[in-house]
């Protein structure tokens, strides 16, 4: 189970588009978010605005390990290596690029998601665009391995980049339609947080965009918001996490 989620959340881009016709966001407003963007673990809390609130886990805050230390609880316990990993970053930072009533929640057990609230709506009324931060840990996939399977293949070696983020060698992978501004915008980031791609440790950083509720699902968006958050969101990660 560890593998394939890893797998699947580092080359998630890579999934061909769903044809057909184009559809509608849903224009219904999940259940509103504590406004101070601390989700509780009562009472539904956040988990009723997951997408797969029936395999979902509330956020508690969970003061992280780090470095080896934290490669090894995400060998032991997953579930408690994801609380550490959605409570690495303070709220403040989430505040600066998610807004206020973010909320944070474990899905499956295996990744820490933070999102931005659902039903926040920009100055005219209008709903705003939703912004997520999926982040999980693996401690034994290596960054050289990623780069080995995705560059053997002719239709997958031209959405590969390496790039260097607070010191650490990064991978990223993106397909055109992923950063083109219509539609659902991604940018993925595989971080060797030991600092070296043939180390074993990854930091996988989801960061994505949908349309706001009520917009076709392959309207334009502004896609800013995410280029401008993506290095100091994986500065903050690796500052507490892997300094």
Known sequence: MNRRHTRALAISALAALLGG??????????????????????????????????????????????GEELLAQAKQDPLVTAQMLCSAVPTSVWERYL??????????????????????????????????????????????????????????????????LAGKPVMRVGAEEDANGTGREKEELNVAVLGDVAKAG???????????????????????????????VVTEFLKVLFP
Not at 48 to 62: F, I, L, Y
Not at 225 to 230: E, G, I, P, S, T
């Open 202 to 232: 990854a930091l996988r950083i989801r960061q994505s965009m949908r349309p706001p509720r009520g917009q076709p699902t392959e309207a334009k968006v502004d896609r800013s918001k995410l280029d401008v958050m993506r290095d100091p």
């Open 99 to 164: 807004g206020s009533g973010h909320y944070r929640v474990i899905d499956e057990g295996q990744a820490c998601t933070i999102s931005s609230d659902d039903t926040a709506k920009t100055p005219d009324g209008k709903f705003a665009p939703v912004i997520e931060v999926q982040v999980y840990l693996s401690p034994t996939d290596t960054i050289a391995r990623d780069l080995q399977i995705l560059r053997s293949r002719k239709d997958t070696a031209a959405m590969v980049t390496e790039l260097t």
């Open 21 to 66: 016709c184009t559809s509608i966001v849903s224009g219904t407003p999940a259940p509103q978010s504590d406004p101070s963007g601390e989700s509780t673990t009562t009472g539904g809390g956040a988990c009723a605005r997951s997408t797969s609130p029936d395999r979902c886990v509330e956020w508690k805050d969970t003061k992280p390990k780090s």
